[in-house]
């Protein structure tokens, strides 16, 4: 996602998409272990949307 998409949010749902996004990376680098990672990218782009969120809510601290 766009991080202007990641502003209009509430802390709140930054905070319940940031634990989505967290699980959402275990199991990602859990299907990497076993070999049944389609999608190598996906990791990144999980990583980066994280690093998003906790910048944005670092900036309205």
Same mark, same amino acid.
């Given at each position: 996602?766009?991080?202007? +998409?990641?502003?209009?949010?509430?802390?709140?749902?930054?905070?319940? =998409? *940031? !634990?989505?996004?967290?699980? +959402?990376?275990?199991?990602?680098?859990?299907?990497?272990?076993?070999? =049944? *990672? !389609?999608?190598?990218?996906?990791?990144?782009?999980?990583?980066?949307?994280?690093?998003?969120?906790?910048?944005?809510?670092?900036?309205?601290?």
């Amino acid at each position: 996602m766009k991080a202007q +998409h990641y502003r209009e949010m509430s802390r709140d749902e930054l905070d319940d =998409k *940031l !634990e989505d996004l967290q699980k +959402h990376l275990f199991d990602l680098h859990s299907q990497a272990v076993t070999e =049944k *990672l !389609e999608n190598s990218k996906a990791v990144i782009n999980v990583r980066r949307d994280i690093a998003r969120i906790k910048t944005i809510m670092h900036e309205s601290k």
